[in-house]
Each structure stands twice: as structure tokens, then as C-alpha cells.
């Protein structure tokens, strides 16, 4: 029987700092969305990359190592030197870029990935981006808050189509300004190969620093918003979500799959609903799947997500289901394929505010746990949650 959690409003306090700041609009492509570049650090050696062109060296005591996100391996510099992986620069000297990359902090200042005069990492303690263009270096610091522990998904995105960067933490917006006029392109003179993980030496304390790289090309937005659009593991399963806006023209959408981001096919078709919240299951996942949505327009033109990328969950990672979905006074969290732990969660608004916390403990897999709501206003909510060991999951919820 599930049991049932009533609010306990800003009693308990989160380990990790967590920002949530405005809706996340997924941006939309008007051609194939392609992966130029993934790096996982699974395995050695850490110059091999799982898409695009490996690296050609690293420093001798960079390496894959236990402890990264999710319970995988991620890349360790190793103790006495930086990370300093090279990869040849070409393929990424694209007018616009959008990386992603999962970063657990044990130094202040580092650089994530370098490619001429472009730059993301952490400085003093903080995010900063650096963009290059004809007419100079843009640098912009303390852009974004960096977590004192546990591992965080940052995203960096310049859209040369419209001159706008946003820069996302754990997938919640904390930076989004047209920079440039729509139409501008980075400049990338001097660009030979890129740096990642520069200076990067994790203050000598042994621990995978860095995971989960990915660099695409940039999206063109068109008319159709996505609020939202995730997919994540439960057990045998994987689950997408989405909520969209100005759905007026739009015909279907088609959920389509692919094993190596590259190659997609349809696994299912979606008719626009009228509350524009989505979800759907593939019952028949791959170890790692990637997954995108094609919007069809009643006139025959189509456009394309972002591209969304699911590994089957490993022990001690975050693998469960809300529902209902959307709710009106309890949402109930089913957990699969997890162990006996304790669990923190924080819901939020789609505007950053927080709503509610609490804490509870599941004896292990399967149970199912309810969140009593009633109290949280009606619309779109971000749930939070975080297990004891640093597993770390969001969920978004529609409340009615």
C-alpha cells in the first residue's frame, strides 16, 4: 500500500543547492538533429568517443573511473595531472554550438570545453562562457551557480539563427540573453583542436570529475513551443514526457528511437491532446536509447526535438514513475529497480519557487510512495528528488 506524505513545507533542508528558474522551452529543429560529438568515459581509454572523432591524447593520469553520474564511470584526471583530453577541432567549427556535459565539482576553477576562443567551465566557483565572433571575445561571468556537491547536467547553447545563449543547470534555465543579432556566427580563427577538462586536476582528490559530454549543432525555433520534454528509465521501460504550447497548426507527433543518435526510426504516434501534456512508454529499449519527437504541421511541414538520451539504469540510480499525471490533490512516485534508501524531494514551480519538501525512505523496489499536493497551486510542477547516496532525478507534473 502506498503511503502517504503530507506537506511539510521548508522543514527539511536539501544537501544540494538547486536552482530552478523560468519554464524550460525545448527547442525545436527544422532539419535532422544530429549529434557531432558524445563522450561517456564508460571505459578506457578516455580518448575514445561513443560518436564523432576521438581523441588523440590525454594526460597519462586522465582516466575512466568508478563514481560517475548515474552510477556509471566517468573521466578522472587522476592525481598529478589535469585532464587535458584533445580531440581534432574541425567537425566542431559550426556557426552555432550547443554542448552538454554532467560535471561533479572538486575545484573552483577549470575549464569544461575549449575550441579556439570559445570557452565554458568554472571559474571562482561559478560558470562562465566565453564566445568568440569577428568583432571580439564575448566573456560573461558567474552565469550560473555551481552545486558544492553531487553531479549536475550543465548545458551551454549559442543559437546563431536568433543570437541567443542560454546556459541551463540540471535542465532548468539560468541564463537567457540575445547576446548577438539573429544571423551572427561564431568566429573561429585560430581554432585548431578542442580542450577538454583544461586545468583540470580535481584538486587532487582521485574522483571521476566530469561525464556525459554531447555537442550538437544549434536548433532554429519555429512557431510550435515545447515546454518540456524528457525521457528517463524505469526498470525495464523508458518514459518520455512533454508539455507544449501552440499546438494550433500541429497535426501528430511521431516519437521516434534511435541506438546511436544518429539513425532514427518511429516507434509511435501522438494526436495533440487538449491539456498539451504528453507521455508515452517504450516497452522495447535498447541499453541506450536515444529519442526525439517529430512535430507534423496540417500542412505536411515537419520539425524535430531535441534529442534525448536513455540508459538503462544501474543500481543505485533514480528509476521511477508519477502519475497520475496530470494530478489534482496526490501524485504517487512508483519506484522500480532500486534499492532499500532515503529519499529528500522538493517540488517547485514552473517560475522557481518552492512549494513543498520532505523526506521519506522506500524498503525497496516497487513501492510506491504519495505526495499530498492539495495544498500547491494548480499548473505545471518540477518534483526533485534525491536519494542519500546522490542519485538524482526530476520529474515534471501538470496539477489540475
Known amino acids: 500500500m502506498a503511503s502517504l506524505l503530507s506537506s511539510k513545507g521548508n522543514s527539511i533542508s536539501m544537501r544540494k543547492t538547486i536552482f530552478f528558474t523560468l519554464i524550460l522551452i525545448a527547442l525545436t529543429y527544422s532539419s535532422q538533429a544530429q549529434i557531432i560529438s558524445e563522450f561517456t568515459w564508460d571505459s578506457n581509454p578516455v580518448t575514445q568517443a561513443a560518436i564523432g572523432p576521438n581523441g588523440t591524447s590525454a594526460s597519462s593520469t586522465a582516466a575512466s573511473s568508478t563514481g560517475g553520474n548515474g552510477g556509471t ?3 578522472n584526471a587522476g592525481t598529478g595531472g589535469n585532464i587535458d583530453l584533445i580531440v581534432p577541432g574541425s567537425v566542431f567549427e559550426i556557426p552555432g554550438i550547443d554542448v552538454s556535459i554532467d560535471f561533479q565539482k572538486e ?12 570557452d565554458f567551465g568554472i571559474s571562482t566557483g561559478a560558470i562562465y562562457a566565453k564566445l568568440p565572433f569577428t568583432s571580439g571575445v564575448l566573456t560573461l561571468n558567474s552565469i550560473a551557480a555551481v552545486p558544492a556537491t553531487g553531479w549536475h547536467t550543465y548545458r551551454f547553447v549559442y543559437n546563431n539563427n536568433t543570437g541567443n545563449f542560454t546556459v541551463s543547470v540540471d535542465g532548468v ?111 522495447a529499449p535498447s541499453a541506450t536509447s536515444y529519442y526525439r519527437l517529430t512535430m507534423t504541421d496540417v500542412d505536411g511541414a515537419s520539425t524535430y526535438s531535441a534529442v534525448k538520451k536513455v540508459s538503462i539504469a544501474t543500481e543505485g540510480a533514480v528509476s521511477l514513475a508519477c502519475f497520475p499525471n496530470p494530478a489534482v490533490d496526490y501524485a504517487y512516485l512508483r519506484f522500480d529497480g532500486v534499492p532499500a534508501a532515503g529519499y529528500r524531494y522538493s517540488v517547485f514551480a514552473a517560475d522557481g519557487r518552492l512549494l513543498q519538501n520532505g523526506a521519506f525512505t522506500i524498503s525497496g523496489d516497487g513501492q510506491q510512495v504519495g505526495i499530498n499536493l492539495s495544498t500547491v497551486p494548480k499548473g505545471m510542477l518540477f518534483i526533485r528528488l534525491q536519494s542519500d547516496e546522490g542519485a538524482a532525478s526530476t520529474l515534471e507534473l501538470l496539477k489540475k
Open 107 to 118: 575545484e573552483n576553477g577549470a575549464s569544461f570545453f575549449a575550441l579556439g576562443g570559445l
Open 173 to 283: 534555465t539560468s541564463y537567457n540573453t540575445n547576446i548577438e543579432t539573429g544571423g551572427t556566427a561564431l568566429s573561429w580563427t585560430g581554432a585548431t583542436t578542442v580542450t577538454i577538462g583544461g586545468l583540470m586536476d580535481g584538486s587532487g582528490s582521485n574522483k571521476a570529475e566530469l561525464d556525459n559530454l554531447i555537442v550538437q549543432s544549434p536548433p532554429v525555433i519555429l512557431p510550435l513551443q515545447l515546454l518540456s520534454f524528457d525521457a528517463v528509465n524505469q526498470g525495464t521501460v523508458n518514459r518520455l514526457q512533454w508539455a507544449a504550447a501552440q499546438e494550433t497548426q500541429l497535426l501528430n507527433y511521431t516519437i521516434e528511437r534511435s541506438a546511436d543518435g544518429l539513425q532514427f526510426d518511429p516507434i509511435g504516434s501522438v494526436t495533440p491532446q487538449q491539456d498539451h501534456a504528453y507521455a508515452f512508454v517504450d516497452n
Open 73 to 75: 564511470n566517468g573521466l
